[in-house]
């Protein structure tokens, strides 16, 4: 005879979802990371019918048929669109349903600091009606910290930078609860934009998301190159005559360009670290930052910030999962997933309160 209670383990998901900008990871308990797919849909622009999600739309984008447009419905961490941020939220859910367990009962999902009241009933309408049972709210920064190692229960304070594509937030964690917290809506594609302003302004090519992409994860660095005068051919579209073209690109002259964007992220970090209070301060002063997010992957990020804060600074293990790795945790720990998670509307109203206003 089945049990019950190992009948409830084969109908019972508890899901994970970070739905950020750039990619949507979910973890289901016990199975881990179940799927990681950029968070885009492809559309047909005569029948407005999303025609693909994810993977599939990703790699129409820039190549797109005549019809079709590719487009991230979450923008700067928030839910631009509402109706597609759903129609792709609820894919993602099935999608990560198949080939496990059928039914979820629970799921948690994170959300930015600085969310609106507006943008987190967003989220949540779009969990909710993903039939995934009982949604709760997390923030991004204590999830990403229990993801990177922190401890619910160290009272000292740990500093965690997760640096995305749209959105970098800080964190700072202690007891289990966040602190204090900062949030800023640029992040790692901020330096795709920026490289792609450069090669059409001053080098008269038009370069699409696929080139800066590569360019940033495979050429670009946070520290200056040993050999600047390294080049690699970028291809696109001349910008005076339309017709495809080539440059030369150089390290030394990429750079400069990552350079800023960087140094504007660390800007954030090092004004952050002056408002806090002594004895946090003191904390973070022995113990340093931890950086996770995609953004944290950039070549020398952790050296550059180092050098610019004069702390200590690592890199957390899968840095582009611990936001999911931390929400995941929370399933074995019930009480603890009830105290963090915000979806009490009155909890909803303080969250618009500005810290030690
Ligand atoms: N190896 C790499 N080097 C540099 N950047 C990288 C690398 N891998 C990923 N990234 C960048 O990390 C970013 C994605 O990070 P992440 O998946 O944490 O973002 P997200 O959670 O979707 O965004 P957000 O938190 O802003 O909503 C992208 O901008 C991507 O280009
Ligand atoms: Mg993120």
């Known amino acids: 005879m089945l049990r019950i209670s190992s009948l409830k383990k084969l109908v019972t998901d508890s899901m994970a979802i970070d739905l950020g900008t750039a990619s949507t990871i979910i973890a289901v ?95 949540l309408n779009a969990a909710e009606e993903s039939h995934i049972g009982k949604v709760f709210m997390m923030e991004e920064g204590l999830a990403a910290a229990f993801g990177a190692g922190v401890l619910p229960t160290d009272k000292r304070a740990s500093a965690i930078i997760d640096i995305g594509a749209a959105t970098t937030n800080i964190a700072i964690v202690a007891k289990g609860t966040i602190v204090h917290s900062k949030s800023e809506r640029y992040g790692s594609s901020s330096i795709n934009e920026a490289l792609a302003t450069h090669l059409r302004r001053h080098r008269g090519l038009q370069v699409g998301e696929e080139t800066t992409e590569f360019l940033k994860t495979t050429f670009a660095s946070a520290y200056l190159p040993d050999d600047i005068s390294k080049s690699i051919v970028v291809r696109g579209r001349d910008v005076q005559t339309g017709s495809p073209a080539a440059v030369d690109i150089t390290t030394g002259e990429v750079y400069p360009i990552v350079e800023a964007i960087v140094r504007k992220i660390a800007e954030t970090v090092r004004d952050t670290l002056t408002e806090l209070r002594p004895e946090v301060a003191a904390d973070i002063y022995d113990r340093g930052v931890i950086l996770t997010g995609g953004g944290a992957l950039l070549d020398g990020i952790d050296k550059y910030l180092r050098g610019f804060i004069n702390l200590p600074v690592i890199v957390s293990d899968e840095p582009r999962y611990a936001t999911v790795n931390g929400l995941v945790k929370m399933f074995d720990d019930p009480k603890l997933l009830e105290r963090v998670s915000r979806n009490e509307l009155s909890v909803l109203q303080n969250a618009e309160i500005p810290f030690e206003a």
Do not use: W, Y
């Not at 990681?36 to 048929?65: H, K, Q, W, Y």
């Not at 961490?77 to 941020?85: N, S």
């Open 29 to 123: 308990k016990g199975r881990g990371v179940v799927l990681d797919e950029p968070s885009l849909v492809a559309i047909n622009e005569m029948t407005e019918e999303i025609v693909a999600f994810g993977e599939e739309a990703g790699d129409m984008t820039g190549r797109e048929g005549r019809d079709i447009v590719v487009r991230a419905p979450l923008i700067g961490g928030v839910v631009g669109d509402f109706e597609r941020t759903k129609k792709m939220l609820a894919h993602f859910v099935k999608k990560a349903k198949t080939g496990g367990s059928q039914v979820s009962l629970q799921a948690v999902m994170s959300m930015v600091s600085d969310v609106t009241h507006v943008e987190q009933r967003a989220l």
